[in-house]
């Protein structure tokens, strides 16, 4: 087992332990022991039990970002509303309507409506494309458990899992857990 520098946040409701090597950096997270580290998040040198694994994921739920909620779509067009320009042409439209120009205040409102409509589809439809290229490809993360590595997806990661980082790839977890140095780093 490697006893190079650790460095953990305070346990988070989501995420993994790091681990760098090398000098410390020179940042606020503290500086631990192996040892202390596993007692910390509740593992081990053999990592965590598939078992274990299983019941940290019902617990903490998967590694991923939280979702849009559903109601977001109204304020999204509620926010196109509000645009300044949206609110400015509006007005040019109700100013025209009053004077008497029904047909020019038709037409503004029938632009901006237009305009509107068409920025919300299609920031909607980026919006669903980029959730499918999320799932699509869904990134793998090497982790040791019941002291065999294998690999899982990334949304699999629970709180206690030893990960091992890579030079050029990334991290499973929110946090600093970029690898230091020339070989593969595990904890």
Do not use: C, K
């Not at 078992?51 to 109204?74: D, F, I, K, M, W």
């Not at 042409?89 to 409506?113: H, K, R, W």
């Not at 050029?168 to 593969?184: E, F, L, Q, V």
Request: proline share 7%; charged share 20%; hydrophobic share 45%.
């Amino acid at each position: 087992m490697h006893t190079g520098w650790l460095r953990t946040p305070t346990p988070p409701t989501r995420g993994v332990p790091h681990v760098s090597h090398g000098t410390p950096p020179h940042r606020s997270a503290p500086i631990m022991a192996p040892a202390a580290l596993f007692e910390q998040w509740h593992s081990s040198e053999r990592g965590l039990t598939r078992a274990e694994a299983q019941r940290r994921l019902l617990e903490v739920g998967p590694n991923e970002p939280a979702r849009r909620r559903r109601g977001a779509a109204l304020g999204a067009l509620l926010a196109f509303l509000t645009n300044p320009l949206v609110v400015i042409l509006l007005v040019a439209s109700g100013v025209s309507a009053l004077l008497g120009d029904i047909a020019n205040a038709v037409i503004i409102a029938g632009i901006v409506v237009l305009s509107v409509l068409l920025n919300f589809f299609q920031t909607y439809r980026s919006q669903r494309a980029a959730e499918r290229l999320r799932v699509a490809v869904a990134p793998t993360a090497s982790v040791l458990r019941d002291g065999v590595w294998s690999e899982i997806a990334r949304h699999d990661l629970v709180p206690g899992d030893v990960i091992r980082l890579s030079a050029g790839g990334g991290a499973g977890a929110s946090g600093d857990a970029r690898p230091r140095g020339r070989r593969s780093n595990a904890l």
